[in-house]
């Protein structure tokens, strides 16, 4: 099994470049199940949950050309209506096929969903969503059978702006009969992103501020797109920088994706600069004790939680971050502690007290983000920190230890 050996105490300097952004890229990947001309993808990045979801689309008769970061995805054969289990079960941005695959073929099972562990992530508003545009659905076992013969535009009102359900419900209404109105949609600039696809594809759809229009078309067709860059990656090498005390620039960002996160990190003390797509970092000292509460977009995301409590955990004084999206999302602060961050948890709220000193210690990566919290509490520790469960980290993070060797830290995959 392989492993990240990191030998913490290194200050981060330099400059990296940002991938495009893998929840973007994901429902990419699926909106091209809408058609059947070629649709050509630009900055997918190497991502396992890429390699995940082109499998999955693969499975169901598209044909996958990848070279770099450049993905065409064409007609491969019939379009199958059955997804299968080992690929949702991995990734929960599997399940977002169900609605592309039920507006084309008028009837669609997918297994219900995988994914990280951070906390129960239901499904209820897609298919009640989905329910809303005329689609008769059977909840079994292990799957969810959906079927209608043609989706009719409806108003659809989100009780949460699940960002799933609400990529899940536009890319459905591009083919449905009529008008759609997703009101309290997700804001997320995957979510737009996605959007701006689905126009380049034909699809009639307008964002106003607190809902989004679809007007059915049956012309979905072929598009050429490039992805938006990832500001989760930037985010996670920025407070990279800010806990070891560094100074990096991340290049290729769009700036105003990262304002909830620079507006904490000024907050702590920081220095960030904004250029045209770039972003520096620099700190000289530990960081301000801070209050964050993670909401939807343009709220404090919450795949910055993690990272940001690893930083918080040296910070000089008592910080507390509120958990509003996903209730489980502080499975990885025991191994923090392990590491002699001094953390009290109750219910959604982490109190974190900060100390002078972490330690490297033996930590498993449970889920995406936790892993790169962890990975930054290695950074910063005194002594070695060896990291497990990688694949995790490789789901969302592309070479993420040539990219911190590049920035002077010492950290290496071994097997
Ligand atoms: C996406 C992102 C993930 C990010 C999250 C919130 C992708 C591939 N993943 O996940 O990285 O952390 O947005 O920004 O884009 N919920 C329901 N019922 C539903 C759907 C969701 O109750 O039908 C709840 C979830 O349990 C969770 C909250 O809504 O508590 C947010 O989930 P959602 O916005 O749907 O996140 P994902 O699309 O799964």
Known sequence: ME????????RLTGSI????????ALP???????????????????LRDVSTILATITSLGKRVTREGDRVEITHGGALKAEAEARYVKQMRASFLVLGPLLARLGHAVVPLPGGCTIGPRPIDLHLQGLKRLGATIEERVDSVAVSAEQLRGARIDLPYPSVGATEQLVMAATLAKGETWIENPAKEPEVADLIDLLRKMGAQIEVAPTAIRVVGTESIHGAEHTVIPDRLEAGTYLLAA?????EVEVRGVVPKHLRPLLAVLKEAGMMCFEGNDTIVLANTERPHPVQV?????????????????????LARGKSVIEEMV??????????????????????????????????????DAPDIRAGAALVLAGLAAQG??????????DRGYAKIEVKLSLLGAQIERER
């Open 17 to 24: 470049n940002v991938e495009g952004a893998k929840n973007a």
């Open 28 to 46: 990419a990947c699926v909106a091209t199940l809408l058609t059947d001309e070629p649709v050509i993808l630009h900055r997918i990045p190497q």
């Open 384 to 393: 070695f920190t060896r990291i497990s469960q990688l694949e995790q980290i």
């Open 3 to 10: 492993h990240l050996s990191i030998k913490g105490g290194r």
């Open 293 to 313: 509460s993670t909401a939807p977009h343009p709220g404090f995301p919450t795949d910055l939680q993690p990272p940001l409590v690893a930083m918080l955990s």
């Open 326 to 363: 996903f209730e489980r999302r502080f499975g990885y602060t025991p191994s923090l502690k392990r590491m002699g961050a001094h953390i009290v948890l109750t219910d959604r709220t982490a109190t974190i007290t900060g100390v002078s000193t972490l330690w490297g210690a033996e930590v």
């Open 242 to 246: 800010a806990i070891t005390g560094g």
